[in-house]
C-alpha cells in the first residue's frame, strides 16, 4: 500500500536552529515525492519536489530510497518559517492521474 | 488570472442538509481533485477527475458526489451533511503529469451541527 508518514505533529525550534520535518514513505515503484507548505490563513502552495533537487527559501529534500525518506531541512531555521508542512507522494495508477498521497503533516514553530 | 477559485469560503449546515462546494479553474488544467482536511489525518482524497467527462472515487468517498461540469469546473455535492464531513475542503487541479504539482484553492470551511 502506498502510505506517507511524518511522525512529528510538531516541531518548535528557536530561531537560527536546524530543522529537519522528517518524512518517509512506503511505494513499491518509483516514487515521486513533493513538499507542500500551507502559511497561516493561505492555500496549500508546492514549496519542493525531488526530481527539481532545487532549494525553495533556504529548504532542501533528498530521496533516500535505501530508507525510504525525504526529509525536509533547512540549516537555519527563521520566523517566517513557522507553517504547516505536507509530505506527498505521487500515487500513479493505470490511468496515470497525478494523485497525490499526503502525509498526516507537521506544524513548524519557529520561536524568536 | 484567478487560478484555483473555491466557494464559499464557510458554510454550516445542518445535520440531513444538503450542499455544493464549486470549484473553478482558469489555467486550462486536465485534472481536478476534492480533498478533505482533517487535523491528525493531513489531506485525503475523496475524488478526482482525470480531465473533463470523467470522475473517480478517492480514498474517502462515502457521503460525496462529483460532477465535472466542464474543464473549468469540478463541485463536490454533499446529499445529507453529517457531523463527520466537519472539515476543510480543497480543491486542486494540475496540467497534468504533476510536473508542477498541483495547485490548490483557498479552502471551504465546512462545520455540521
Known amino acids: 500500500a502506498q502510505r506517507v508518514t511524518q511522525p512529528e505533529k510538531l516541531l518548535s525550534v528557536f530561531k537560527g536552529a536546524p530543522v529537519e520535518l522528517k518524512c518517509n514513505y512506503s511505494y513499491s515503484g518509483s516514487p515521486e515525492l513533493f513538499w507542500y507548505v500551507q502559511y497561516s490563513r493561505q492555500r496549500l502552495q508546492l514549496l519542493l519536489r525531488h526530481i527539481s533537487r532545487e532549494s525553495i527559501k533556504g529548504f532542501t529534500a533528498d530521496l533516500n530510497k535505501g530508507e525510504t525518506s525525504f526529509h525536509l531541512k533547512k540549516p537555519f531555521a527563521q520566523e517566517e518559517d513557522s507553517a504547516m508542512y505536507y509530505c506527498?507522494?505521487?500515487?500513479?495508477?493505470?490511468?496515470?492521474?497525478?494523485?497525490?498521497?499526503f502525509g498526516q503533516g507537521t506544524t513548524l514553530q519557529v520561536k524568536p | 488570472n484567478a487560478g484555483v477559485t473555491q466557494t464559499p469560503k464557510f458554510q454550516v449546515l445542518k445535520t440531513g442538509q444538503s450542499m455544493t462546494l464549486q470549484c473553478a479553474q482558469d489555467m486550462n488544467h486536465n485534472s481536478m481533485y476534492w480533498y478533505r482536511q482533517d487535523p491528525g489525518m493531513g489531506l485525503r482524497l475523496i475524488y478526482y477527475s482525470a480531465s473533463e467527462g470523467t470522475t473517480d472515487k478517492g480514498e474517502v468517498p462515502n457521503g460525496y458526489n462529483v460532477s465535472r461540469l466542464n474543464k473549468r469546473e469540478f463541485s463536490l455535492r454533499l446529499e445529507s451533511a453529517a457531523p463527520s464531513q466537519t472539515s476543510v475542503y480543497f480543491c486542486a487541479t494540475e496540467v497534468g503529469g504533476l510536473r508542477d504539482g498541483y495547485t490548490f484553492g483557498s479552502g471551504t470551511r465546512l462545520t455540521v451541527v
Open positions: 506527498a507522494l505521487s500515487g500513479r495508477g493505470s490511468s496515470n492521474t497525478g494523485k497525490l498521497i
